[in-house]
């Protein structure tokens, strides 16, 4: 079974908006990891966060990580169409399995 | 070098019928991910090898499913007796630390 779950399931913007999708996840974990993944094929690693961090940003992005919630967010700023894509974020569990949460679609309008 | 290859890119095959999907890991990759992907969901943890050995293979659903790694490069997961549920895209994964690098996976088509 998944470990995590994304929030919204769909979400839909317009160009040079902020994006905003929440993940949970259920047990204690060493890092999440967020995942990009266009026409359901090969996923593109975007940003990982470790469990003793609170706060993470690459370029357009920005990660939080709260730890006592099981939770994490995902800030795509000054959205592009390019941005269209299914995001997915992913603990790692003891004994190194990785579990995907069901995953966010979003769907930034030119 | 290359990023991580997986043939053949689809597979359509009969219930019943047996598949070998082959996964090429980044070169010098130690560990490697099989996951299964059904439309709409996020992947799912299939197997996972650390070299050669099969450090768990927790998520494999049932015995039809094995992989293997002899040398503790190119894997490929076996699926005896398909059946229509097996029907999905199966995504291999590599990495030298937290980092998983994803192949464009095999789409397997279970008629």
């Known amino acids: 079974s998944q470990q995590g779950e994304e929030d919204p399931q769909a979400l839909s913007i317009q160009e040079g908006e902020n994006a905003t999708m929440n993940c949970s996840y259920k047990?204690?974990?060493?890092?999440l990891q967020w995942y990009r993944q266009n026409s359901g094929r090969g996923l593109v690693h975007l940003i990982l966060i470790r469990s003793n961090e609170r706060e993470k940003h690459s370029g357009r992005l920005r990660v939080t990580l709260d730890t006592s919630k099981k939770s994490s967010s995902l800030l795509i700023t000054a959205s592009r169409a390019a941005d269209t894509a299914s995001y997915f974020c992913a603990t790692d569990a003891p004994g190194n399995q990785f579990y995907f949460g069901t995953g966010t679609s979003l769907t930034v309008i030119p | 070098g290359a990023g991580v290859s997986q043939t053949p890119s689809n597979k359509v095959t009969e219930k019943g019928k047996y598949v070998e999907l082959r996964c090429d890991p980044i070169?010098?990759?130690?560990?490697l991910y099989w996951y299964r992907q059904s439309l709409g969901q996020g992947p799912e943890f299939l197997i996972y090898?650390?070299?050669?050995?099969?450090?768990?293979d927790s998520g494999l659903p049932n015995d039809r499913f094995f992989a293997v790694r002899p040398e503790g490069s190119v894997s490929t997961l076996k699926i005896q007796r398909t059946e229509r549920g097996d029907s999905a895209v199966y995504l291999c994964?590599?990495?030298?630390?937290?980092?998983?690098?994803f192949g464009p996976g095999t789409r397997l088509t279970v008629l």
């Open positions: 090898f650390q070299g050669t050995g099969a450090a768990d």
């Open positions: 047990t204690s974990i060493n890092n």
């Open positions: 994964a590599s990495s030298l630390g937290t980092t998983q690098f």
């Open positions: 070169s010098g990759h130690t560990a």
